[in-house]
């Protein structure tokens, strides 16, 4: 059975910083992309980032370019989301995903994790 466990969220002053983290269980994504996806209280959930498992490729929603950076560390099969000069709008639930396509999108997610919890205070 292949799991995604996200941690690392938590409440955080505006303008601080955080790093989520994405524990893949029960299989190896080699072939595949894994990204983040987030939820904001009454929104869609809305794509942030991915990266290729194979390359090492990412790409980034506009509204979190230059503050976000998405890694990988293949020995512990962990994606990773640093998060850095955060803004009370980036408050939301913060789901890790992974899909056989590239660009990774909603639609080609196959395995979702169950979402950590990102709370930025004013």
């Known amino acids: 059975q292949v799991q995604l466990v996200e941690s690392g969220g938590g409440l955080v002053q505006a303008g601080g910083s955080l790093r989520l983290s994405c524990a893949a269980d029960?299989?190896?994504?080699?072939?595949?992309?894994m990204g983040w996806f987030r939820q904001a209280p009454g929104k869609e959930r809305e794509f942030v980032a991915a990266?290729?498992?194979?390359?090492?490729?990412?790409y980034y929603a506009s509204s979190v370019k230059g503050r976000f950076t998405i890694s990988r560390d293949s020995a512990k099969n962990t994606v990773y989301l640093q998060i850095n000069s955060l803004k009370p709008e980036d408050t939301a639930v913060y789901y890790c995903?992974?899909?056989?396509?590239?660009?990774?999108?909603?639609?080609?997610?196959?395995?979702w994790g169950k979402g950590t919890l990102v709370t930025v205070s004013s």
């Open positions: 995903a992974a899909g056989p396509t590239w660009p990774l999108s909603s639609y080609g997610v196959e395995y």
């Open positions: 990266i290729s498992w194979s390359s090492g490729s990412t």
């Open positions: 029960g299989r190896t994504f080699s072939r595949y992309a």
